[in-house]
């Protein structure tokens, strides 16, 4: 495969920020924290720049504030004089006076300014930022106006997150705690774009440029009262090379499914391995660019080459699964998984005084006559707090299309695999772990899922369900 189709590389300059947003997982990143090498960071761009790894501009943005890092415009100059542009990413809190002449200094082409909370309120809640929010404010304003008064080819983007599918999608599980109120509603995305529209009018003024704000594919009909139903992204220019948009919130890798219920989805599409390479501030290649943790590492770029990389065999594998629409990691089955309504006190009936916690993978209980059971994912979990050695379970196979399904239970280092045969529902006794470990988790793992919808084209049901059962004892 050619290098040249990587579409994004990715630098990670630092992972320390002077923000901790409740919607980014800063507070949760558990990997160490640093500056990239400044050497490093060169050889890199040397190798984007030799070897033509990309068209698009240099990203320079993972996780942290890229202002944090003493040697971002060293790195600057370094990339614009290898013939590569710079995408820079920055929340803006730091583009202050000093900062600001460095950026126009630097000709980088493209800054994004992620500003995603609108009030002072949002902002201090949200974001956790020590700048008052009217300095905050000030402070892109002013850097947006230096682009007018230096006449800069500069383009600027100004981002929002958009929540409001986000927060839909929990509303209606049942999880209003775990949504984020920022632009979560069609007014406030418009009051967003008319005050933006004022500002860019008056600048315009001020430097008596004939231009007037100009509406962008997001607000065209039918988006127009209805932005946030647009997923492009991409909503205004409010001045010549200054565009306004709302992004869709980010599920950073498994962050945002934390604390809710999900169940892993293994069937589904991501276009991260065929685009895209991350280097992480201590050299860790990734695939992803919000892999908050490091946790789909493919190598090191202190030792291998980006374009070795791109063509390793892990990534090949990763591509090849992906491409064929299927997950490839447990931390992208997460990311991409489907929410499910909190029922999880509801334990199965009969085995309510059962000494088990359900952890994931578990689909809500249902009913099919007088028996209730639920479906597992193609694995689910359970948290055993009895230390019992005996697994008592009733399971059936429900494959429509299927006369046997392999159904494995796993504690600790003991596996056990039974198959299915027919569709009757099923008692099995299994044997359990020495209990010398300390996991207590027992995994259900069916050997196949099958989505009801890809089976009867006209249900909707897109769930991937793996086996029934209808009871859990330990003893």
Known sequence: MAATSIKYVFLELTNYCNFNCTFCPNESMTRSRGVMDKDLACRIIDEVA????????????????????????????????????????????????????????????????????????????????????????????????????????LRIFLQYLNTKHFNQSRLDKGYPARTFPLTDRHDKAIRIVEGWKSFGLGLAGKYRLDFKPRDLEGLQDPFREAPLDCLKGDHCEILPGVILGFKDISSFSDYLTKKVRFVERYKAACPAFDEQLAVLWDGRVTPCCVDYNGQLTVGDANVQSLESLWDSKTLGEFRDLSRNGFLPTPTCRVCKAFLVADDYQNKFPGCENEDYNLAWGWYPLEGDGNESFRWTGKRAVLEDISGGRILDVEVRNGHPILENLGFTVQQGGHKTTVVLEGHAWRAKIIQLSDRQSDDRRIIFEAGDFWIPSDIWKQNQDRRELGVMIKAVRIR
């Open 50 to 153: 030799d070897q033509a790894l990309t068209r698009e501009p240099l990203q320079l943005h993972v996780m942290g504030e890229p202002f944090l890092n003493p040697h971002l415009f060293e790195l600057i100059d370094r990339i614009h004089e290898r013939g590569r542009s710079v995408r820079l990413f920055t929340n803006g809190a730091l583009l202050n006076e000093r900062n600001r002449e460095r950026v126009y200094a630097s000709r980088i082409e493209e800054l994004t300014i992620g500003i995603h909370t609108d009030t002072t309120s949002l902002y201090h809640e949200h974001r956790r930022g020590k700048l008052p929010f009217e300095v905050y404010l000030r402070r892109i304003r002013e850097t947006i106006e230096e682009k007018f008064r230096r006449n800069s080819p």
